[in-house]
């Protein structure tokens, strides 16, 4: 009998010594910086931990602790394998192209609690829905735009599928970065002959930039020459116009000459205008009354008024009688 109870005792001894340790061990968890940590009471998400440090619970089997990662992690879908192939990154672009694409997706943990519990393999479910967003926004693109200059919208709108795919799921994770890395084509044929499709496109583009620069040249010169053009034309508009004014004062001026004395003002106009017509003729004023025909030459009194007068008393006489006879030759030409 006394060993018996002393058996029992011996039993709740080394139940005690377990049951202590058990709490001892189970009763107290670290959390990394990089990690979060979800208290699950009896199977249910109790309450998420952040903060790094040591940090107390109930001891199993009441609570347990589960660690999730919180840094952002990396998702590669379609990048060789140990063999060198392509893992099931054939796609059918939308002008029915065959390419290999490559994607990189940045995601991380937000709710814990719906990781672990909304979904078995979330992360199985992160690379189908990647793979669907891909194939799908692939699949409505042209093979120009996803091996060139429409990666950038490529890549957008995978994001924003995929985005919108995990938020229907509910599995806690969030999308941070899609980036598209490599997209070629399926053999080495078809690669050279769409390499040179781009370099011939290319060099299209170059022989229109040239164009354009020498069409801008070209502009240039003929609005500097346009505008050249017009300054000159302003200015001999300005300069018409003031002749035209002078001339028009000109005309008045004679105007009221002619009023005044008609006779005289018309017989200078015609003499000046003799004399501009024809600057090296002769001009002699003629008047033949049937008998005799007599004449005034004024090329001769222009010169003999330019020759210089003689101080003597003779040559005074001269000039007064050759002044008389010029002023009766006048009056008989008048007639």
Do not use: C
Request: avoid cysteine.
């Amino acid at each position: 009998m006394m060993s018996l109870k002393r058996g029992f005792s011996l039993i709740g001894l080394v139940l005690a010594v377990v049951i202590l340790a058990l709490v001892a061990l189970t009763s107290w968890y670290t959390v990394d910086e990089s990690d979060q940590a979800v208290i699950i009471t009896f199977g249910r998400a109790d309450q998420t931990i952040t903060e790094p440090g040591l940090h107390f619970k109930l001891p199993w089997p009441i609570q347990n602790v589960e660690k999730l990662a919180r840094e952002t992690k990396k998702l590669d879908f379609g990048f060789k394998d140990v063999d060198g192939n392509k893992n099931e990154t054939k796609m059918i672009t939308g002008d029915e192209n065959i390419v290999y694409a490559d994607l990189v997706v940045q995601w991380k943990i937000t709710e814990p609690e719906k990781y672990l519990f909304n979904a078995a393999n979330p992360e199985e479910i992160l690379y189908d829905a990647t793979s669907a967003s891909l194939r799908s926004i692939i699949g409505s693109s042209k093979i120009d735009d996803a091996l060139t200059t429409g990666k950038a919208e490529i890549e957008g709108d995978v994001r924003d599928l995929l985005t919108n795919l995990l938020e229907k799921y509910d599995i806690g994770i969030s999308i941070l970065a899609v980036n598209l890395k490599d997209v070629e084509l399926p053999n080495e044929e078809v690669r050279s002959a769409f390499t040179a499709v781009t370099d011939a496109r290319e060099t299209m583009n170059t022989k229109i930039n040239e164009a354009k620069k020498y069409e801008n040249k070209r502009m240039n010169e003929a609005n500097g020459e346009k505008a050249a053009i017009k300054s000159k034309a302003e200015g001999e508009k300005a300069a018409r116009i003031e002749e035209a004014k002078g001339s028009v004062a000109v005309f008045n001026s004679l105007y009221e000459q002619y009023k005044s004395n008609p006779d005289i003002t018309r017989e200078r106009l015609t003499i000046e205008t003799l004399e501009q017509v024809l600057p090296g003729a002769e001009i002699y004023i003629m008047n033949d009354d049937g008998n005799t025909l007599k004449y005034l030459p004024l090329r001769s009194m222009e010169k003999e008024e330019e020759k210089p007068v003689k101080t003597d008393d003779n040559a005074q006489e001269q000039n007064q009688a050759n002044q008389s006879n010029a002023n009766e030759k006048g009056g008989e030409s008048s007639q």
